[in-house]
């Protein structure tokens, strides 16, 4: 109950196309949903994050829709860039519980010019 | 601003040596900071949990004694590999939690350590 599934595992696009990652939870208590980018050898950065009270949040070429009912987010990178190529992972949080992240098991993105 | 650092970024030891690795928030005060591994290829596995001035609460698993979190100070935790194995090998990462003014929800990173046991 406390895991968050993230697909796909890896996925290629063009430059200038759409880069989509979806995540799924199954704890209806997760109240904080972030979006993390990591390049090889660095710490994880915050892209983006959305709280279950809003369906939708933008921010420049990231886009985070969110589905409560079907306990479901995912992740849009519009106009995909190489420099975009990193590995993606979502995450769930539960406040109460001491603002313990649980992490999808990550999106291996590449994109080709 | 948010910014956590790491000390050092890589690390060679020798098996059944211990090694510190520091984890600093520079420019906030860190209520609360976490210790993830993470092996390649996977995702970041939580540790333990570190509160300032109290005992670190450890992940199911996570030997307590062999990975000691100390979170002295607002602004400093570290993470002692003791004894260490090649298994051990791993990227150690920390984050912080601001207490202050910052998003209570939001976990600044630090940049890694790479722990490579022989």
């Known amino acids: 109950q406390q895991q968050v599934k993230q697909s796909p595992q890896s996925l290629i696009v063009q430059k200038g196309g759409i880069s989509i990652i979806n995540c799924a939870y199954e704890?209806?208590?997760?109240?904080?949903f972030p979006w993390y980018q990591q390049f090889p050898g660095k710490g994880p950065a915050l892209l983006i994050a959305?709280?279950?009270?809003?369906s939708e949040k933008k921010e420049g070429r990231f886009t985070i829709s969110f589905n409560k009912s079907a306990k479901q987010f995912s992740l849009h990178i519009m106009d995909s860039q190489p420099g975009d190529s990193a590995t993606y992972f979502c995450?769930?949080?539960?406040?109460?519980?001491?603002?313990?992240?649980?992490f999808g098991t990550g999106t291996r993105l590449q994109v080709f010019p | 601003g948010a910014v956590v650092s790491q000390h050092p970024s890589r690390v060679i030891c020798k098996s059944g040596t211990s090694v510190k690795i520091e984890c600093r928030s520079l420019?906030?005060?860190?209520?609360?900071m976490f210790w993830y591994r993470q092996f390649p290829k996977q995702s970041l596995m939580l540790m333990a949990t570190?509160?300032?001035?109290?005992?670190?609460?450890?992940e199911q698993g996570v030997e307590k004694d062999k990975f000691l979190i100390n979170h002295a100070s607002l602004t400093l935790s570290t993470l002692t590999v003791t004894s260490a194995h090649p298994e051990d090998s791993s990227f150690y990462i920390c984050?912080?939690?601001?207490?202050?003014?910052?998003?209570?929800?939001?976990?600044?990173f630090g940049p890694g350590t790479r722990l490579t046991v022989t």
């Open positions: 984050s912080a939690r601001d207490g202050g003014q910052g998003d209570p929800y939001e976990q600044y």
């Open positions: 704890n209806t208590a997760f109240d904080y």
């Open positions: 959305i709280r279950p009270d809003v």
């Open positions: 995450a769930a949080s539960l406040r109460y519980n001491t603002d313990k992240l649980i």
């Open positions: 420019d906030f005060q860190a209520t609360t």
């Open positions: 570190s509160n300032e001035g109290s005992k670190a609460t450890y």
